[in-house]
């Protein structure tokens, strides 16, 4: 009589038993990680299980383990498909020879020459470059770094890179991209970062949003607020007293025809007032880009307001 085992799957599988013996020659049954397969008389006896393991498929007589490789990428230009030559060591991490390494020389120098098929793939090079250099000093997400990119491949396939600076568009990319994750970033602090003028980036920034109509949102003086709080050092208790103070701001309708930092400074102004935290006029307006008599004529309309 066949003696069954009764084994526990993942929490999306059933629980199964198996035999150890064929039902039907009474052989001996071999279990991979796809399926169950009697020795003797070859019936399959279990099929299709889920494997969650690495993919270990033989690709080489040799039958070395190897992977795909990286994901692709829109950071580069050829999408992370391109090779790259070493210097000193091998894959292995033997030392190379004097001979070996002249060679390879040879070839990375002929490699870099038919690196680009176009100018138009030079330039996409040069400019993810520049996105991705952005925002890295920006500190920003690998997320947006991805969306920053793949707008920049947009925005040189609708030829909007033509009369216009790659630097520019590179910067508009990411300005772009950070409105439309609603997060708080001011154009003159992505024109600090980037390598061409606040004009020139607003420029490439406008026609961007028109011919690709971006899904951008208004800036309110609720995402300045956890930025300036950040820089300002200022407790919690002042920063959620300054948002509910935009928030009734903009209810009121006294956001309307204010810049946004002039609201967000008023509010960290008063809101810090409120709790007895000691912050200066100056430096809420230098860190805010705006001048204090715009904090104090903010902060006087939010005492009328909040009174």
Not at 18 to 28: A, F, K, V, Y
Request: net charge positive; hydrophobic share 30%.
């Amino acid at each position: 009589m066949a003696t069954r085992d009764i084994y526990t799957t993942a929490f999306d599988e059933d629980v199964q038993t198996t035999t150890t013996t064929c039902p039907d020659c009474g052989g001996s049954i071999r279990t991979t990680d796809r399926e169950t397969v009697c020795e003797d008389c070859g019936r399959i006896l279990e099929g299709t299980k889920l494997d969650r393991g690495p993919d270990w498929s033989r690709h080489d007589e040799q039958g070395s383990k190897r992977g795909t490789g990286a994901p692709l990428t829109p950071t580069r230009h050829d999408r992370g498909l391109s090779t790259e030559i070493g210097y000193k060591q091998d894959g292995r991490g033997n030392t190379l020879s004097s001979t070996k390494r002249r060679q390879l020389n040879r070839l990375r120098r002929e490699q870099s020459r038919a690196q680009w098929q176009s100018k138009a793939e030079r330039n996409l090079a040069y400019g993810l470059g520049e996105v991705r250099r952005i925002v890295a000093s920006l500190g920003l997400a690998q997320s947006i770094r991805d969306q920053a990119c793949s707008l920049f491949r947009t925005a040189q396939s609708e030829q909007l890179c033509r009369g216009r600076s790659l630097e520019a568009v590179a910067a508009a990319s990411v300005y772009a991209t950070t409105r439309c994750n609603g997060l708080g970033r001011s154009r003159a602090e992505v024109a600090a970062c980037a390598r061409c003028d606040q004009q020139k980036h607003t420029n490439a920034y406008t026609v961007m949003n028109v011919e690709l109509e971006l899904p951008t949102q208004p800036i309110t003086a609720t995402d300045r607020i956890p930025r300036l709080a950040t820089e300002l050092e200022v407790p919690d208790q002042v920063r959620r007293r300054a948002l509910e103070l935009a928030q009734k701001a903009r209810e009121c309708g006294m956001t309307i025809g204010c810049r946004p930092s002039g609201v967000a400074a008023g509010c960290l102004y008063l809101a810090a007032q409120r709790v007895g935290f000691c912050l200066s006029q100056q430096r809420i307006a230098d860190i805010a880009g705006t001048s204090p008599n715009t904090l104090r004529s903010r902060r006087d309309e939010l005492l009328e307001i909040d009174s």
